[in-house]
């Protein structure tokens, strides 16, 4: 299958910007350039005129779990325990497969609809969030949730082992997998310890919480006299490719080994703010050289998979921080949503930025409205007053997910209603629990 | 004209939330009730199926500079008074009437698209953005800003003496008019008291720029020894209806007099956000009893006109600065950035619920999408999760301005096209000069 783009705007998030053409060899990008440079001879199967749009790289969602889309607006604006322990718990504890699969197609819609191509999730029941990716046709880096202070802690690690063998590299390599231990809190050193020998015998990396909370701080600074990220680094945890969600509270030491051992930082700025946890010092991170990308987190704590506004929230929110209005500029927020969320998932040698060769994730955005208007600055448009709905049409390998708005993979009426009827049975089997 | 919306999922923003009708006879609301309750002969010349929408007050914007749109992307992520100095008053000095009025258009159109239905402007050339007003249709309270150390201080402060006396109780009631000092650093006492006995002739309120940022607060410390809220305190400013937008910088004292004196305040969290101004203490200030609104402030620090996201970046922004998730909760965003605006303004006995009596500014939202399922809970959805494009249909003063997204009473393209003309326009006079 060739596709032929044709007259956007094309930012490349490599430091260029352009009218131009995009040429689509199966799942790759073989030609970008101004308009009318695609090499003589490209005959597509498929032309999308992309006039008065802009052709971006898709979105990378660093950090989420999908299927809590069930949960969004079951449980908001409570204390951080209450929410935790007399709400997500309890109807988590319900979930079965089949509302995993239905949540993560809804999640998965609703990524799709707001630009985001690649999403880094860590939840259970992994094989039917697989599924659903499978269908729907994002790209998504999956990991099951490893708890090690719960009872069948060893037995959910082996199965997260038949997992990865069973679904790295799987959907023409638009999955791949992790090790998902879930935080130092929950994972003592000693299971993490059995965790980093599966990792290393299989070859991933790892998916984990680090520092999300002041409570969590100080619960690890209490039982091992130091930071999470110290504690980490003491096991040699960043030895291997580390996906490390929120990271609110650091030290200059934890910045310093953030940035030696390379870790990817998924930052969550909306889920920080939601649960009140804190403000993760960015600008320091990145000043620091921290690949850092951006997450939207689940959608109980969100309430949206919205990586648009995710990115607009990054930018503002340092700035409000530091009292700054300089810091996180539009074009640094639109490259963390993209080639820094590639870099922390360990794919920017695949996808990230149109470039002859990556992987063919692009997103073209319809400019021809009021609040895109006028076109004085396309990234600060996208950055400072997009909205989700101004995606007009998103490519992952190569393949049209949706076009004009209309999701051409999943039936949109049908998700909705499996959703929605899992919700209802969760809600009323936790009630009556 | 009666017009009947049925079936809608109603949020009376007045405590109330029920599956219903809502009935509109003329400019104002003839009845709200569950399903069916509509008092028999009443016959609508236009019926609304509101099947799966939820029915809200219009949206509230309490601070705006329209016009400025013009400069969306202009000029950003600079240090404030590099954009101030070197890019907007240079560009501003070149607007003509006829900029004006199409980037009102433009911010009306952006506005109407977004649910806003009414808004608090302050700029000048105020006939032009009244013109604009009353063409869209929506509801408005205009003011001429007043620079008191500017050379024509007293003409100015004459012709918005005209304004107010050609303008106010315009447009079907539509239009309502103030004086705008615009803030005490550029309107030192003397000519204050001016404008203050001009608005007690006049019989109308203030709408004025407080406490924004520490420069702000050190200059006013340094001249007068007080705060800007003490020394508007000091020469009884307080004692007519104000509209204080910003007040992030507050002393308790300054909290106290804003409660006390029924000062309405307009919180702009994306702008002080992305100026780097700080966090206004919005929970500090509810608890005390201070009637606080919501707006975007102009398009040039925000950087669009969007209040779905603006009460969401509200409720979100308290909770991360306080730390506490339970802090401005969903329904008191959704109160703020309604009836909390309509108070604001002075206008809460005419808008900002939906009661019977209350003039006819009405948004219905388009639920059924993946980003507001499940139905967990509608008002969590609205505030945390929903985009502009959800509005779906927008009536002010009883009239229908846009239905099913399209709007009906000015030309989009043309808005588009002419607010492109004037921004290129600008931004080549401000390069040659």
Redo the contacts between chains.
């Keep these: 299958m060739k596709l032929l783009i044709r007259n956007a705007y094309v930012i490349t998030v490599t430091g260029t910007e352009f009218v131009g053409d995009i040429a689509v060899d199966g799942a790759r990008i073989s030609h970008v350039g101004p308009t009318g440079s695609v090499p003589e001879g490209f005959e597509p199967d498929e032309t999308i005129d992309a006039t008065a749009k802009a052709a971006t790289p898709g979105l990378v969602n660093c950090h989420t779990h999908a299927a809590m889309?069930?949960?969004?607006?079951?449980a908001?604006?409570?204390?951080?325990m209450e929410?935790l322990t007399q709400k997500v718990w309890p109807i988590e504890a319900k979930l079965t497969g089949d509302d995993i699969y239905w949540g993560s197609l809804?999640a998965g819609?609703?990524m799709l609809?707001?630009g985001t191509t690649t999403f880094a999730d860590q939840y259970f029941e992994m094989d039917r969030v697989a599924q659903a990716v499978e269908e729907i046709g994002l790209r998504a880096s999956l990991c099951r949730g490893l708890i090690g202070v719960a009872p069948r802690a060893d037995q959910v690690l082996a199965e997260s082992l038949e997992f990865v063998r069973a679904w790295h590299g799987a959907a023409g390599g638009r999955i791949t997998a992790m090790l998902g231990p879930h935080a130092p809190y929950t994972c003592p050193p000693a299971y993490l310890e059995k965790v980093l020998a599966a990792a290393d015998e299989l070859g991933v990396g790892l998916h984990i919480h680090l520092a999300e909370t002041?409570t969590e701080i100080e619960q690890i600074k209490q039982e091992y006299g130091c930071s999470p990220i110290e504690l980490m680094e003491r096991i040699n945890l960043f030895e291997r490719p580390v996906l490390a969600a929120h990271c609110v509270h650091l030290s200059e030491t934890d910045i310093e080994i953030l940035a030696r051992r390379g870790v990817g930082v998924a930052h969550n700025p909306?889920s920080?703010?939601?649960?009140?946890?804190?403000?993760a010092p960015v600008a320091r991170m990145l000043a620091a050289g921290v690949n850092v990308g951006i997450g939207t987190d689940g959608?109980a704590s969100?309430?949206?998979?919205?990586m648009v506004?995710e990115m607009r929230?990054a930018?503002?929110?340092q700035?409000?921080a530091?009292?700054?209005?300089?810091?996180?500029?539009?074009g640094r927020a639109l490259e963390m949503a993209t080639v820094g969320g590639a870099r922390a998932l360990g794919l920017d040698g695949e996808i990230g930025t149109l470039e002859m060769g990556k992987r063919a994730d692009i997103v073209l955005w319809n400019l021809?409205?009021?609040?895109l208007?006028?076109?004085?600055?396309?990234q600060?448009?996208l950055v400072?007053?997009a909205?989700?709905?101004d995606v007009d049409t998103v490519i992952v390998n190569g393949r049209v997910l949706m076009r004009d708005r209309r999701v051409l993979t999943v039936d949109?009426e049908r998700?909705?209603r499996e959703?929605?009827r899992?919700?209802?049975r969760l809600?009323s089997a936790v009630s009556s629990a």
């Design positions: 889309t069930l949960f969004r607006g079951y908001d604006d409570l204390p951080l929410w809804l819609l609703e609809k707001s002041r909306q920080n703010m939601k649960l009140g946890s804190g403000i959608a969100n309430n949206d998979l919205n506004e929230t930018a503002l929110l700035k409000v530091l009292e700054d209005p300089t810091v996180l500029p539009a021809n409205q009021a609040h208007s006028p076109a004085h600055n396309l600060a448009h400072y007053s909205s989700r709905a949109e998700v909705l959703a929605g899992c919700a209802r809600v």
